[in-house]
């Protein structure tokens, strides 16, 4: 599986951006698929997940109420819509793909990642 993920980009505190997370073929549709986020010098750690159907969604909860992850079975694709951005988002976000259709916070559960995006928010 091959993930593309975009959206990434510069922006002020309190904006928004909407990454993209965009699977190669059909093979995350069964699966739980996951935004992760790494920041210099800081471990990876889960942000949001969304189980496969879509409606079972999981959140860290420094993002909880910010962030919305959301997933188009049809087009291949999972989204993480992010509000209200603060300094401590600035990261550089990966999206994975679980073995499993349940979401898990753990990195061990991802087989699949994509590349990452940058964001980068500034005051």
């Known amino acids: 599986v091959q993930l593309q993920a975009s959206g990434g980009g510069l922006v002020q505190a309190g904006g928004s951006l909407r990454l993209s997370c965009a699977a190669a073929k059909r093979t995350a549709s069964n699966n739980a698929v996951s935004w992760f986020r790494q920041a210099p010098g800081k471990e990876r750690e889960f942000v949001a997940g969304?189980?496969?159907?879509?409606?079972?969604?999981k959140y860290a909860d420094s993002v909880k109420g910010r962030f919305t992850i959301s997933r188009d079975n049809a087009k291949d694709t999972v989204y993480l819509q992010m509000d209200n951005l603060k300094l401590e988002d600035t990261a550089v976000y990966y999206c994975?793909?679980?073995?499993?259709?349940?979401?898990?916070?753990?990195?061990?559960?991802?087989?699949?990642w994509g590349q990452g995006t940058q964001v980068t928010v500034s005051s």
């Open positions: 994975a793909v679980s073995r499993y259709s349940v979401v898990s916070s753990g990195l061990e559960y991802y087989n699949y």
């Open positions: 969304v189980g496969y159907r879509g409606p079972s969604t």
